[in-house]
């Protein structure tokens, strides 16, 4: 599975969109963009996924660059809830089911 | 349903001994997992299943054991405790889709902090 870039950390004002990157660049053509998110103590949760198109359900939305290289986690009014590490993964659907975590992206929404 | 369930949520062991953590689940999932969480970390797959009767070893399976005797429970087993198997442990369930489509969800139980001596 290929490997994810995401900076460490972001702050986001309650209410407003929390956009959070992710660089896969060396994503494979069978591989799609996975996202994850645990809140403080709890198990991980998923989000959403896509493979090429942008994709969207009640969570969030998620846009994926033409060539692939880079995705963005939309949350469009967060709260502060939301607080928790986002983890961009990518991987191949159905392969053994295996994630491959990094540290993913600590997002804090504050009032 | 009640998803995927661990217990215990807390343990203590002392070096050396030896315990087992469980891990059930009721969605009829093929697939179960084993991760563990360091602190500030991400996850790491110890031992995951895709079938009751096939288990298979992850990035840090040392130290650790599993079996699959039935879809429902994925049990691991810590056979001498060691300090450094002082983590958090997620047991994790998903369908395998094999490409057909399904979303390929994983589930993840609320987790053990397990602290060794």
């Known amino acids: 599975d290929a490997k994810t870039t995401q900076p460490p950390s972001m702050d986001c004002a309650e209410g407003r969109a929390a956009n959070l990157p992710c660089n896969h660049s060396t994503i494979s053509g069978n591989e799609y963009v996975y996202w994850y998110r645990q809140i403080h103590s709890q198990g991980p949760q998923y989000i959403i996924h896509g493979l090429k198109n942008n994709e969207t359900n009640e969570m969030a939305s998620l846009i994926i660059t033409e060539d692939r290289k880079s995705s963005t986690l939309i949350l469009p009014h967060a709260t502060l809830r939301d607080t928790a590490v986002y983890y961009c993964?990518?991987?191949?659907?159905?392969?053994?089911?295996?994630?491959?975590f990094g540290k993913g992206t600590k997002l804090s929404v504050k009032p | 349903n009640a998803g995927v369930t661990q217990t215990p949520k807390f343990q203590v062991l002392k070096t050396g001994q030896s315990m087992t953590l469980q891990c059930a689940q009721d969605?009829?999932?093929?697939?179960m997992s084993w991760y563990r969480q360091d602190p500030g970390m991400g996850l790491r797959l110890i031992h995951y299943s895709v079938g009751a009767g096939i288990t298979d070893q992850g990035e840090v399976p040392n130290g650790y054991n599993v079996s699959r005797s039935t879809t429902e429970d994925f049990p691991l087993r810590l056979l001498s405790a060691a300090p450094s198997q002082t983590s958090v442990y997620f047991c994790?369930?998903?369908?395998?889709?094999?490409?057909?489509?399904?979303?390929?969800?994983?589930?993840f139980g609320p987790g053990t902090r397990l602290t060794v001596l």
């Open positions: 994790a369930s998903s369908y395998s889709s094999g490409g057909t489509g399904v979303k390929d969800e994983q589930f």
């Open positions: 993964i990518v991987r191949v659907l159905g392969s053994q089911g295996n994630l491959i």
């Open positions: 969605m009829n999932h093929e697939y």
